[in-house]
Every structure is written in structure tokens, then in C-alpha cells.
């Protein structure tokens, strides 16, 4: 069973940076697919960013140029950094992996607010 735990969320201020990370159970160079999404109060989930295994990227068009996945093999983790945040940003940030069988594992989330 795979295992994902985020980690980072708070209150950040309009303009402010934060960077939320997600520790996963296993090799996450194992997986064929990593990400982010998204959920905000009566919203539907929104992806947000996602990482491929062989390192490429794809953004949703709400945070491009401000928001940037990462990982690190060693530490088995994944990160968002997001920078320039809005009030819109304000959400429950979910990280998944896709396995190459297509099953997807997700994360209980954590929370963050943009406000002043």
C-alpha cells in the first residue's frame, strides 16, 4: 500500500511564497506519474501540477510562472513551491502518484489560506 503524507500548509499572506511537500512511501521514480491538485470549497478539484517519471512537467493555467513541482529521489518527496499567491489560491492541496497499472494513491491533503 502506498503511503503519502503532505506536510507545509498554513496562512500566508496575499504576495507571499510557501511550499508544501508530500513524503511518499517507495520509490516515487517507481511511479509513472506525480502530482498536485486542488480543492477549494464547493469547487471541483482542480489539477494543479504534475511531474512525469522521466521529469517533464504540465501546470494548469492558473499558476503557471508562479507555482513549480519538484522532487528528490533521495528524501522519496515531492514539493510545490508557489510563489505570487492570490486569495484564489486558497485551498486543500492534495499530492497523488499514478502507478503504471493506472491506480492512483492520494494523500489526506493540507491546507492552505492566502489572506491578510
Known amino acids: 500500500q502506498v503511503q503519502l503524507v503532505e506536510s507545509g500548509g498554513g496562512l500566508v499572506q496575499p504576495g507571499g511564497s510557501l511550499r508544501v511537500s508530500c513524503a511518499v512511501s517507495g520509490s516515487i521514480f517507481s511511479f509513472y506519474a506525480m502530482g498536485w491538485s486542488r480543492q477549494a470549497p464547493g469547487k471541483e478539484r482542480e489539477l494543479v501540477a504534475a511531474i512525469g517519471s522521466g521529469g517533464s512537467t504540465k501546470y494548469a493555467d492558473s499558476v503557471k510562472g508562479r507555482f513549480t513541482i519538484s522532487r528528490d529521489g533521495a528524501k522519496n518527496t515531492m514539493y510545490l513551491q508557489m510563489n505570487s499567491l492570490k486569495p484564489e489560491d486558497t485551498a486543500g492541496y492534495y499530492c497523488?502518484?499514478?502507478?503504471?497499472?493506472?491506480?492512483?494513491?492520494w494523500g489526506q491533503g493540507t491546507q492552505v489560506t492566502v489572506s491578510s
Open positions: 497523488y502518484v499514478l502507478d503504471r497499472s493506472g491506480r492512483s494513491y
